[in-house]
């Protein structure tokens, strides 16, 4: 056996809604980049998730998954030992799911606390696309094809992750064990703020530190970030507990020494709004900087983007293809494989007790 073989698996990914921000970097993106070396990786580009909300703009889709992309290779993913896929591009995957919604209620998704949030945040006009509703469905199929040991998230995704783990146990007891039990892999860091202060940084409320964005881009954002709103001179003493500056030096500032030190400042009323965000521009456009180099090498060949994604979207469908094959032999509808037997052997293979 190999040591990639022996090595547990990891499955994560994104739905490719724009290009990738500060919360997913210190959420998720981080932590990926540093267990690549340790577990086999698998990451995967929901796109078809991301088409429930965008399906009148796919084209908007296809540009994101690119983005997306440009992304996981600028933050350091190498493509050489983590597996990164389309999910669209893995058929396994739509038919693993229609098989799990026999599993799941209505009222279970209605009631999942992370699809509650999303409708929110999404506004949707007329009514939620049943795709959307039934998306950690889609998700459960995605963990379960890859057959992943691990999936790293933050908490806000943890009834996801449950919602998983219940399609796995129900399947396993009603069909025999056939499919790995995933645990959540907690990131490090709770969830990053927006720059208005809302409690999450999210593209569709425009609060967001891309890391694609340039290093003026990253200024801007950052002069204008919410902070203490009862301090109202430089001289007054400020709040640390809450303030989004703050926690995003917390999260990304190296120097804790700087970091204490301006935290006990600003609660004296000794430095101002405007240093403690200098500080934060400098350390933000120092991580981001090499990643701008490396997206933008990328970004002139996007041909090998293209053949990155082809051949890890290869490896993937294989993987998911023999898990079909084990939940088609679990749910006795491997036709194909009776059908190529003696007839002695089929009929064996079509009773119930002989399913070998």
């Known amino acids: 056996m190999s040591s990639q073989q022996m090595k547990k698996r990891i499955l994560t990914g994104d739905r490719p809604t724009g290009p990738l921000h500060l919360g997913h970097y210190i959420g998720s993106l981080k932590q990926r980049v540093e267990l690549q070396q340790e577990y086999d990786e698998y990451v ?19 540009q994101n998954v690119v983005a997306v992309a440009l992304d996981y290779l600028a933050a350091g993913l190498d493509p050489g030992v983590t597996t990164i896929m389309i999910q669209s591009q893995v058929p396994a995957l739509a038919e693993l799911t229609l098989y799990f919604l026999n599993l799941v209620t209505l009222a279970r998704l ?18 939620v696309p049943v795709g959307f509703l039934v998306y950690p469905v889609s998700q459960a199929a995605d963990i379960t094809a890859f057959r992943a040991h691990l999936v790293p998230v933050g908490e806000d995704q943890l009834p996801m992750i449950e919602q ?11 069909y025999g064990e056939t499919l790995v039990l995933p645990e959540p892999l907690l990131s490090a860091f709770p969830r990053l703020p927006g720059t208005d202060g809302k409690e999450k940084m999210s593209k569709s409320l425009g609060n967001t530190i891309n890391l694609s964005d340039s ?20 001289t007054d ?18 120097n804790r020494n700087e970091v ?97």
């Open 44 to 62: 995967l580009i929901a796109d078809v998730q991301a088409l429930t909300d965008n399906f009148e703009h796919p084209e908007v889709v296809h």
């Open 110 to 127: 209605q009631r999942n606390p992370t699809v509650k949030e999303e409708i929110h945040l999404r506004r949707f006009k007329e009514g």
């Open 164 to 174: 998983t783990r219940d399609i796995v146990r129900r399947f396993n007891r009603l």
């Open 215 to 234: 290093a003026d881009a990253v200024r801007r954002k950052v002069m204008k970030m919410y902070t203490d709103p009862s301090r109202m001179h430089p």
């Open 237 to 254: 003493p400020g709040h640390v507990q809450g303030n989004p500056v703050f926690l995003y030096h917390d999260a990304f500032n190296p």
């Open 260 to 356: 204490a030190e301006l935290k006990e400042r600003y609660e004296k009323g000794t430095v101002g709004d405007v240093e403690v965000k200098t500080h934060l521009v400098e350390v933000l456009n120092d991580l981001l900087e090499p990643m701008r180099r490396r997206r933008t090498e990328y970004a002139k060949d996007l041909a090998t983007v293209y053949a990155i994604l082809k051949e890890g979207t290869n490896r993937g469908r294989a993987v998911a293809s023999a898990t079909l094959v084990a939940v088609r032999k679990a749910l006795r509808i491997d036709y194909v494989r009776c059908a190529d037997r003696t007839r002695e052997e089929a009929t064996g293979c079509w009773g119930s007790n002989d399913h070998s």
